[in-house]
């Protein structure tokens, strides 16, 4: 037996589950495929999860009605202090300097997926299937739509219908490889450990990153009292320090991250992902198109990955919403609004991606001769607020916003 919708949706990590509430109001009937199911207890490495959200995100939480539920658990970034290990040249920005109540907010990853959740259960034209595994796809081009099969957890198989199928499937997505598009991986060959300090001194909310020659490790204020660290290092360097006891951690930590903060004491797991830039060839085929880290997967530096992939989500839903303003019967799956969306949302993907990437780069990574320059990349940030500006608009969302605050350049030894 099989079930038509309007739009199946493959994935319902972060950016499936906001693209289904956000299309939740267009009178469209949805499919949200999820592999794992959503009442599975959280982990102990999801619930030290957190994301940093640009303030622009916020917004686009805002519209989405959503925000309310996830204020309380947010700890706003009031200030961003960007150092370089045993150079001169710091970063300095501050809210108050773009008149706003923050550069953006750290959520626990719990709360996010929670509230997104409870929103799709309370809305009647979203069909939740999970926990299903989608496997393989057909094409149906004479009625125009697409057939997806996936597998319970019983192992039995479940067919869907759809006029426009979305791949939200994370960086190694099934959907992207079934509708046949390539991906450039790019290995950084390093993992990102994440876990909870609390620090000796109040964080005043000041998401602290810090480069190292091995990569940059960020303490992001997480609640008055506790910071989320998000280290990256080496792998083999990641996996022995994940090991290792919770004395010689935290001895490390505080040896690369310093003293500005104070004693550090480990308050959570320790968790460790893989990195990798992963960068679709296409982010639209017929009657498909991928979002989210099935799009393009970037390396958390600079914390662009998800703000990128809610924009990917929102702009397809007002897009979408747009056309059935003036055609109720308009197809969700038409080339026309698919391709539109795609370059639309090119450079922007393109932008986040490249700046991101720079970043790992030049402040990352071991290669001779890169100290002196990484020394100059933020000495020089810290000189010309035009640049320092750029930097800041891109960590808020608002790299389209106009002209920037005054001068507020800081240099000092770190
Ligand atoms: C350590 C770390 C820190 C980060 N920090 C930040 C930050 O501060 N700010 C920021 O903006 N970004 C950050 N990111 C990036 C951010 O986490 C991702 O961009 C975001 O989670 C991508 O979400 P997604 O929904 O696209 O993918 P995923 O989270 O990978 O979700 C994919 C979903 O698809 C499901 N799925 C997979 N295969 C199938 C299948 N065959 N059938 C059905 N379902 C399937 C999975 O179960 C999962 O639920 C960070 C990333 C890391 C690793």
Request: proline share 5%.
């Amino acid at each position: 037996m099989s079930r038509d919708y309007d739009i199946a949706v493959v994935g319902g990590g972060l950016a499936g589950a906001s693209l289904a509430c956000a299309l939740a109001d267009t009178g469209l009937s949805i499919a949200l495929v999820e592999a794992v199911p959503f009442d599975t207890p959280a982990d102990a490495n999801m619930q030290a999860r957190t994301t940093a959200l640009a303030w622009g995100t916020r917004a686009l939480f805002e519209q989405l009605g959503l925000w309310g539920d996830m204020a309380r658990d947010a700890a706003p970034i009031k200030r961003l202090h960007v150092s370089q290990q045993g150079r001169f040249g710091t970063v300095r920005v501050n809210a108050a300097d773009y008149d706003l109540p923050a550069l953006g907010y750290v959520l626990p990853n719990l709360t996010m997926i929670e509230a997104l959740r409870a929103r799709l259960a309370a809305m009647p034209q979203v069909d939740v299937v999970a926990p299903a595994r989608f496997e393989s796809l057909v094409r149906d081009e004479t009625n125009g739509h697409i057939e997806i099969r996936c597998t319970r957890e019983t192992g039995a198989s479940e067919t869907l219908r759809t006029r426009l199928l979305v791949g939200a499937d994370g960086a190694r997505s099934s959907v992207r490889g079934a509708l046949g598009i390539g991906a450039r991986t790019d290995d950084y060959h390093q993992r990102a450990i994440i876990t909870i300090v609390e620090p000796e001194r109040a964080h005043g909310g000041c998401a602290y990153e810090r480069f190292t020659p091995d990569g940059p490790i960020a303490l992001l204020p997480r609640t008055r009292a506790s910071c989320a660290a998000v280290w990256t290092l080496p792998s083999e360097c990641a996996e022995q320090l994940c090991a290792a006891s919770d004395d010689d951690f935290i001895a490390e930590m505080q040896a690369v991250f310093g003293e500005r903060l104070g004693a550090l004491a480990l308050a959570g797991p320790r968790g460790s992902y893989p990195l990798a830039r992963v960068l679709c060839e296409r982010a639209a085929v017929e009657r498909a198109v991928l979002i989210g880290n099935a799009g393009h997967a970037l390396h958390p530096a600079a914390a662009q990955g998800f703000n990128l992939a809610i924009r990917d989500a929102l702009v397809l839903a007002a897009m979408l919403r747009e056309r059935l303003a003036t055609d109720s019967e308009f197809d969700p799956g038409s080339a026309d609004l698919l391709n539109g969306w795609a370059e639309a949302r090119r450079p922007d993907q393109h932008r986040v991606a490249n700046f991101t990437d720079a970043i790992v780069r030049l402040f990352s990574n071991r290669i001779p001769g890169l100290d002196h320059a990484r020394g100059a990349g933020l000495f020089g940030l810290s000189l010309l607020p035009a640049l320092r500006d750029d930097m800041a608009r891109r960590s808020m969302g608002l790299a389209v916003a106009p002209a920037g605050p005054s001068s507020n350049a800081h240099e000092g030894s770190t």
